[in-house]
């Protein structure tokens, strides 16, 4: 018997299995899938000789996560690398915002789009210099995060106070327009926002657009050298480094719950797994709470509150195998990991608005990796690999293009989306489709067939927008990792905070466990003192 199971390796799994080994825990992780990683995998299936990401691939959220840091995934064999710019986002008229890892080269370049709109990124990046490191402590921290809310609390009476809380929630379009005279910053906030599925008319993603901007200013965006599988494989040859296991082909379909406490788990295969302290679910709230747990062992209040959870967007993605650089109108662009395509932030807002009335895109928004541009690695000398990805809606009520997709996504709908994909490139880059050696498309189906958290492709595990943020993530009144049911820990991206690959729903998670487990043993331990006590004193320790 183990001392706990956890259901799922991605990267929250595996932090959290990781650090329950360091506890002392025999742990077992247990994963659906052929292969561990969730949506942190990368593989060779695009085109012999180039290394694409499944899923994810820049990871700021990682650079800046003190759990990855202290696990010290380096002696592991992980090394990170960076492209030579963060992000660009080019425009149709030739004009580009680039950001910087330097931040005066990133000020110079807004300078170029309004005079003065440099000293306000540079202003910003003063904000950060005094709150970042606050900021990341309380968003890395268990609910609520006292300590450090208060550390942060205190320090922003020095930044502006509750004018600064003002600017964090306000929507990203009225942030730029509040901040920056012309487009650049502005693209650069609302770019960055729409990595979440908040609109730049959406409360708090100015906040969220910022939060973005500058992790990538003072952390870049980094990728694991040799593809996103390398981060998986550290954390999983640490773990078993320390006693861990991790067993693919593996689905859970069943948390095992007597008198109100998990004791084990049951997979496809009917192999009762029991447990002596815990579980811990890397797995989305609806799949915990709908699927695997009976619903006698919930209150009716959390089955009532599941019909509210809402998800994020759904997503649709191409890898490509490409004979050459991407040739792009803005020369800037080439030189950037991350690339951003939408016309300005009115074309944000109406990509963002046909999603809300469940139009799939004609014109969508893309966020364009150039993967060989940040890891040389990634493909041959003079090639690239490359992939971009956009979103469309949960649920499909029509195609604001001239196509016709329904958003059954069958193998004409699949094609002419990916078609519409490439022309959107092609608009800021004309060439692109003549370089393209092999692709691969990933509908919102096939997400969730790789990946059963990501429903429909929905990459952050549930929406980023404020209503299901903090006390309410998932659910209302839930924002720590514990559940109704004792012994049972939610460690996904479900949990606060949220989605990114950072490790901090895991490591919440496990860390809720081993305080609790400590709590009984030192009342176990306690009681076996009186009885040896009663022993040594002549009294009975019988009844």
Same mark, same amino acid.
């Given at each position: 018997?183990?001392?706990? =199971?956890?259901?799922?390796?991605?990267?929250?799994?595996?932090?959290?299995?990781?650090?329950?080994?360091?506890?002392?825990?025999?742990?077992?992780?247990?994963?659906?899938?052929?292969?561990?990683?969730?949506?942190?995998?990368?593989?060779?299936?695009?085109?012999?000789?180039?290394?694409?990401?499944?899923?994810?691939?820049?990871?700021?959220?990682?650079?800046?996560?003190?759990?990855?840091?202290?696990?010290?995934?380096?002696?592991?064999?992980?090394?990170?690398?960076?492209?030579?710019?963060?992000?660009?986002?080019?425009?149709?008229?030739?004009?580009?915002?680039?950001?910087?890892?330097?931040?005066?080269?990133?000020?110079?370049?807004?300078?170029?789009?309004?005079?003065?709109?440099?000293?306000?990124?540079?202003?910003?990046?003063?904000?950060?210099?005094?709150?970042?490191?606050?900021?990341?402590?309380?968003?890395?921290?268990?609910?609520?995060?006292?300590?450090?809310?208060?550390?942060?609390?205190?320090?922003?009476?020095?930044?502006?106070?509750?004018?600064?809380?003002?600017?964090?929630?306000?929507?990203?379009?009225?942030?730029?327009?509040?901040?920056?005279?012309?487009?650049?910053?502005?693209?650069?906030?609302?770019?960055?926002?729409?990595?979440?599925?908040?609109?730049?008319?959406?409360?708090?993603?100015?906040?969220?657009?910022?939060?973005?901007?500058?992790?990538?200013?003072?952390?870049?965006?980094?990728?694991?050298?040799?593809?996103?599988?390398?981060?998986?494989?550290?954390?999983?040859?640490?773990?078993?480094?320390?006693?861990?296991?991790?067993?693919?082909?593996?689905?859970?379909?069943?948390?095992?719950?007597?008198?109100?406490?998990?004791?084990?788990?049951?997979?496809?295969?009917?192999?009762?797994?029991?447990?002596?302290?815990?579980?811990?679910?890397?797995?989305?709230?609806?799949?915990?709470?709908?699927?695997?747990?009976?619903?006698?062992?919930?209150?009716?209040?959390?089955?009532?509150?599941?019909?509210?959870?809402?998800?994020?967007?759904?997503?649709?993605?191409?890898?490509?195998?490409?004979?050459?650089?991407?040739?792009?109108?803005?020369?800037?662009?080439?030189?950037?990991?991350?690339?951003?395509?939408?016309?300005?932030?009115?074309?944000?807002?109406?990509?963002?608005?046909?999603?809300?009335?469940?139009?799939?895109?004609?014109?969508?928004?893309?966020?364009?990796?150039?993967?060989?541009?940040?890891?040389?690695?990634?493909?041959? =000398?003079?090639?690239?690999?490359?992939?971009?990805?956009?979103?469309?809606?949960?649920?499909?009520?029509?195609?604001?293009?001239?196509?016709?997709?329904?958003?059954?996504?069958?193998?004409?709908?699949?094609?002419?989306?990916?078609?519409?994909?490439?022309?959107?490139?092609?608009?800021?880059?004309?060439?692109?489709?003549?370089?393209?050696?092999?692709?691969?498309?990933?509908?919102?189906?096939?997400?969730?067939?790789?990946?059963?958290?990501?429903?429909?492709?929905?990459?952050?595990?549930?929406?980023?927008?404020?209503?299901?943020?903090?006390?309410?993530?998932?659910?209302?009144?839930?924002?720590?990792?514990?559940?109704?049911?004792?012994?049972?820990?939610?460690?996904?991206?479900?949990?606060?905070?949220?989605?990114?690959?950072?490790?901090?729903?895991?490591?919440?998670?496990?860390?809720?466990?081993?305080?609790?487990?400590?709590?009984? =043993?030192?009342?176990?331990?306690?009681?076996?003192?009186?009885?040896?006590?009663?022993?040594?004193?002549?009294?009975?320790?019988?009844?």
């Amino acid at each position: 018997m183990v001392d706990a =199971v956890v259901i799922g390796s991605g990267p929250n799994g595996l932090v959290a299995a990781n650090l329950l080994a360091d506890a002392g825990w025999g742990v077992e992780v247990l994963e659906a899938e052929s292969v561990p990683g969730g949506a942190v995998r990368s593989d060779q299936g695009v085109h012999p000789g180039f290394v694409n990401d499944v899923f994810s691939s820049f990871y700021p959220l990682a650079a800046a996560s003190p759990v990855l840091a202290r696990l010290d995934l380096d002696r592991e064999g992980l090394r990170w690398t960076h492209a030579p710019r963060v992000l660009a986002h080019p425009l149709l008229d030739g004009r580009c915002a680039v950001l910087d890892r330097d931040r005066t080269v990133t000020a110079a370049g807004l300078d170029g789009f309004a005079p003065g709109d440099g000293q306000s990124w540079l202003d910003l990046c003063h904000i950060w210099d005094r709150l970042g490191d606050d900021v990341i402590s309380a968003l890395f921290s268990p609910f609520p995060p006292v300590r450090s809310t208060a550390v942060l609390a205190a320090r922003l009476r020095g930044v502006g106070g509750l004018r600064l809380a003002r600017s964090l929630i306000l929507p990203v379009r009225r942030l730029g327009e509040e901040e920056f005279a012309g487009d650049g910053g502005r693209l650069l906030l609302a770019g960055n926002a729409l990595h979440a599925d908040l609109a730049p008319e959406a409360a708090g993603s100015g906040g969220y657009g910022w939060l973005m901007s500058m992790l990538g200013q003072f952390f870049g965006f980094p990728v694991p050298v040799g593809g996103a599988g390398a981060l998986t494989a550290a954390l999983v040859r640490r773990l078993r480094g320390r006693g861990g296991s991790v067993r693919c082909g593996q689905r859970v379909i069943e948390i095992v719950v007597r008198r109100g406490r998990a004791v084990g788990v049951r997979t496809a295969e009917g192999e009762a797994i029991p447990v002596r302290r815990a579980v811990l679910a890397d797995v989305s709230a609806p799949s915990l709470y709908g699927e695997l747990i009976a619903p006698e062992h919930l209150p009716s209040r959390v089955l009532d509150d599941l019909r509210r959870f809402q998800w994020d967007f759904a997503t649709f993605k191409v890898d490509w195998a490409l004979d050459g650089p991407i040739p792009w109108n803005c020369p800037e662009a080439a030189t950037a990991g991350t690339v951003h395509l939408a016309d300005g932030v009115d074309e944000l807002t109406r990509f963002a608005s046909q999603i809300a009335r469940g139009l799939i895109p004609d014109r969508p928004f893309l966020l364009v990796g150039q993967m060989t541009t940040a890891d040389a690695t990634r493909s041959p =000398v003079g090639t690239e690999s490359a992939w971009a990805y956009t979103h469309v809606p949960q649920r499909v009520k029509a195609d604001a293009g001239p196509d016709g997709l329904s958003g059954q996504w069958g193998a004409r709908e699949r094609e002419v989306m990916a078609d519409r994909v490439e022309q959107q490139v092609e608009r800021y880059a004309p060439g692109f489709r003549d370089r393209v050696r092999g692709r691969r498309i990933m509908t919102p189906p096939e997400f969730q067939k790789a990946d059963a958290n990501l429903r429909d492709g929905a990459i952050n595990g549930g929406t980023a927008a404020l209503h299901q943020q903090v006390f309410f993530r998932p659910l209302p009144g839930t924002g720590r990792p514990e559940t109704p049911v004792k012994g049972l820990y939610l460690a996904s991206a479900s949990a606060h905070p949220g989605g990114g690959v950072h490790g901090a729903p895991g490591a919440n998670a496990a860390r809720a466990a081993i305080r609790a487990t400590r709590g009984t =043993v030192a009342a176990l331990s306690a009681a076996q003192r009186l009885l040896a006590l009663r022993d040594r004193t002549g009294e009975t320790t019988s009844g």
